[in-house]
């Protein structure tokens, strides 16, 4: 995939607060869900950390400085909870019990579906068995196709540290889908 700069999307400035929020909750919820499942692996959990990310961000939509966009605000939210949630003493109970996987509407045969659906789901559990330091530039690369700056931004890490955590994360899930085992 090619570096790209992604358009952000602008919001109303004359909206209200509550409508700020809503206007969020609609362009990012999925997204911020989708995101901290991606940490956490539990449906759950991940639509919990959704709901306290929105909560922190009304509580501080006030002092929104528009240094970056709302999208990376709020992953930037999702990402510092998240992190939080796994240091956590309750977080080490917690089991894997479902996968993500972003399915669009294909005019795909039956068949091709389900195995295309089998190689991402595949794919996905590789990608949660990485350490959270790859996974997470994975994810935030591919699946929420951000740019290298803005996932330097998001995680407040050097730029060249991005691009080597996404090339041994590359390698590693090379590896695994070789047949290899995941070491750190």
């Not at 509550?18 to 869900?33: F, H, I, N, P």
């Not at 939509?61 to 709302?70: G, I, K």
């Not at 003493?89 to 996968?99: D, M, N, P, V, Y």
């Not at 005019?107 to 789901?121: A, D, I, T």
Request: glycine share 4%.
């Amino acid at each position: 995939m090619l570096e790209q700069e992604r358009k952000p999307v602008e919001i109303e400035s004359n909206l209200s607060r509550e409508e700020k929020l809503e206007w969020l909750m609609k362009e990012y919820g999925d997204q911020v869900a989708r995101l901290a499942f991606t940490y956490l692996k539990q449906k759950q959990l991940s639509e919990d950390i959704a709901q306290e990310v929105f909560i922190k961000c009304y509580e501080n939509l006030d002092s929104f400085r528009n240094e970056s966009s709302y999208k990376t605000w709020l992953y930037r939210i999702t990402v510092n909870l998240c992190k939080d949630k796994l240091r956590s003493w309750s977080f080490r109970h917690i089991i894997l019990t479902e996968f993500f996987t972003k399915t669009k509407g294909t005019n795909k045969s039956p068949e091709m579906e389900l195995v295309g659906l089998e190689h991402k789901q595949l794919i996905a559990e590789k990608i949660l068995s990485l350490p959270v330091k790859y996974r997470e530039v994975i994810i935030l690369y591919y699946y929420e196709e951000m740019s290298y700056n803005q996932i330097s931004t998001l995680l407040d890490l050097r730029l060249q540290t991005i691009k080597s955590r996404l090339h041994r994360a590359r390698l590693l899930l090379k590896k695994s889908l070789e047949g290899g085992k995941i070491n750190g």
